[in-house]
Nanobody, 128 residues
Framework: QLQLVESGGGVVQPGGSLRLSCKAS????????????IGWFRQAPGKEREGVSC????????KYIDSVKGRFAISRDDAKNMVYLQMNNLEPDDTGLYYC?????????????????WGQGTQVVVSA
C-alpha cells in the first residue's frame, strides 16, 4: 500500500520560509509515483482541512489556493519518489498541519475526496 511521509515542518517567523517534503513508498506492483496526482492540504486549529496545492502526473498542471499564490511552489521528483512544497513569505494564517496526499485522478484537484492515500502530516507554525 502506498505510504506517504511528510517532513520539513517547524516554527518560523512571519516572512520566513520552509520547504516541506513528501516521500512516497510501498507502491503496488506496476505503479510508480508518476501515476499519481499529488496534493498538499493543511488544517489549522478549529478549521476544516483545505487543499493548498496540487500537481498532476508529470507536472503538467499545478494549482494553488488564492491565499498562497506567488508564495508557495509545488514540485515533484518522480525518480526520487519525492514531492515538495516550497513556502516563502510565510504568514501566521499559514499555520497548520500540512498533509501530502496521492490520488489517481488526472485532474488537478484540491478536494480531499479525490485522494486515496494520505500521510500523517507535518506541523507548521508561523509566529513572531
Amino acid at each position: 500500500q502506498l505510504q506517504l511521509v511528510e517532513s520539513g515542518g517547524g516554527v518560523v517567523q512571519p516572512g520566513g520560509s520552509l520547504r516541506l517534503s513528501c516521500k512516497a513508498s510501498g507502491f503496488t506492483s506496476g505503479f510508480t509515483l508518476d501515476y499519481y496526482l499529488i496534493g498538499w492540504f493543511r488544517q489549522a486549529p478549529g478549521k476544516e482541512r483545505e487543499g493548498v496545492s496540487c500537481i498532476t502526473q508529470r507536472a503538467f498542471t499545478t494549482k494553488y489556493i488564492d491565499s498562497v499564490k506567488g508564495r508557495f511552489a509545488i514540485s515533484r521528483d518522480d525518480a526520487k519518489n519525492m514531492v515538495y512544497l516550497q513556502m516563502n513569505n510565510l504568514e501566521p494564517d499559514d499555520t497548520g498541519l500540512y498533509y501530502c496526499a496521492a490520488g489517481l485522478s488526472p485532474v488537478c484537484s484540491q478536494k480531499a475526496e479525490d485522494y486515496q492515500n494520505w500521510g500523517q502530516g507535518t506541523q507548521v507554525v508561523v509566529s513572531a
